[in-house]
T-cell receptor
Framework: GQQLNQSPQSMFIQEGEDVSMNCTSS?????WLWYKQDPGEGPVLLIA?????ELTSNGRLTAQFGITRKDSFLNISASIPSDVGTYFC???????????FGTGTRLQVFP | ETGVTQSPTHLIKTRGQQVTLRCSSQ?????VSWYQQALGQGPQFIFQ???????GRGNFPPRFSGLQFPNYSSELNVNALELDDSALYLC?????????????FGPGTRLTVL
């Protein structure tokens, strides 16, 4: 099945550092979403983006909907231990609610 | 407000067997979507049920089938299990279908096929 290209695949950072990850697609999406998944749990929505160029924040998280509508970015500032987990982007093609997920970025934060 | 629940938590089956996974949607939600998440991968859309009817299907064979009940809970059935069916199966509930409505995920059922 189709999956979005997400990078990096994994990150090992020190507490307090900033984190950036991105997601690219060969096709246009109308909506971009960012989820976090902890082990043994389902994904939890962090940020939803609905317009090209949109920049949205949720606490220390900031995400952007790329101008080309084929990419999106997530930044986490001043990382803390509870940021550990796997982050997924997901896109929605026009007029559908069938999510297409990225391959995930696994984040480890060291004290 | 009760969140999305799934049962069982874990399941072990052998090749060729059949399995039924269950999902209770969040209170007030009428749409359930099912996803398969292989180890180290993102979830892949299997199908969606809206008001007891299938409303879209991903690239999965017919041996993956489902049901939605009048209370909007749902079942995922997989026949003739294959080793590659080993995965975390997630259901997500939402209110409405056709356009984006936030989907709330359950914790998943971990299926192992031996």
């Amino acid at each position: 099945g189709q999956q979005l290209n997400q990078s990096p695949q994994s990150m090992f950072i020190q507490e307090g550092e900033d984190v950036s990850m991105n997601c690219t697609s060969s096709s246009i999406f109308n909506t971009w979403l960012w989820y976090k998944q902890d082990p043994g749990e389902g994904p939890v929505l962090l940020i939803a983006l609905y317009k090209a160029g949109e920049l949205t924040s949720n606490g220390r998280l900031t995400a952007q909907f790329g101008i080309t509508r084929k990419d999106s970015f997530l930044n986490i500032s001043a990382s803390i231990p509870s940021d550990v987990g796997t982050y997924f982007c997901a896109g929605l093609p026009y007029n559908t609610d069938k999510l297409i997920f990225g391959t995930g970025t696994r984040l480890q934060v060291f004290p | 407000e009760t969140g999305v629940t799934q049962s069982p938590t874990h399941l072990i089956k052998t090749r060729g067997q059949q399995v039924t996974l269950r999902c209770s949607s969040q209170s007030g939600h009428n749409t359930v979507s099912w996803y398969q998440q292989a180890l180290g991968q993102g979830p892949q859309f299997i199908f969606q049920y809206y008001r007891e009817e299938e409303n879209g299907r991903g690239n999965f064979p017919p041996r993956f089938s489902g049901l939605q009940f009048p209370n909007y809970s749902s079942e995922l059935n997989v026949n003739a299990l294959e080793l590659d069916d080993s995965a975390l199966y997630l259901c997500a509930s939402s209110l409405g279908a056709g356009t984006y409505n936030e989907q709330f995920f359950g914790p998943g059922t971990r299926l192992t096929v031996l």
